[in-house]
């Protein structure tokens, strides 16, 4: 390996290390969450998990202005980190063990799909 090449490689590694995964807008998110979406219809306006369809549903739709999440989607021992709340989003909750109420979405795009999750972060009281 040459100069540059191991130059270019160390700078292409750092550069992945510390771009953030999920770099989410909550503005567009809550745009997506209100509308296309329809997530407040489940999850509720503020994100209290008491939107109108919310009392047919057992487990509950998740409340994110608690901040409590049910799902370890990727099985890393964590519950409702980033990747899982993605995962939830894109492919429902019952493919990881949850309720079927919760419909995925992978009609969405990543960049849509991390703006939710920005959005959700952002709903935590
Ligand atoms: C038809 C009702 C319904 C709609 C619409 C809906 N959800 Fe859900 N959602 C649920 C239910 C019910 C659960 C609980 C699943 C469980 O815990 O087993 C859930 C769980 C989740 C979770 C996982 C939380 C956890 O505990 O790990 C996320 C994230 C989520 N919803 C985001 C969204 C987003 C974003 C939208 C809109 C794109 C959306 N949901 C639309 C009913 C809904």
Known sequence: MNHLSKFLSTTATAFILTTPAFAGDAAAGKAIYDG????????????????????????KPA?????????????????GTDTDLANAIKNGAA???????????????DAQVNDLVAY??????
């Open 36 to 59: 296309a979406g329809a997530c407040a219809s489940c999850h509720g306006a503020t994100g209290a998990g008491d939107g109108i369809a919310a009392a047919a549903f057992n487990p």
């Open 95 to 109: 493919k990881y063990g949850g309720n079927v109420g919760m419909p995925g979405r992978a009609d969405f795009s």
């Open 120 to 125: 959700i972060r952002s709903l935590k009281k």
């Open 63 to 79: 409340s994110f202005t608690e901040g409590v999440f049910r799902l370890d989607t990727d099985g890393d021992g964590s519950k």
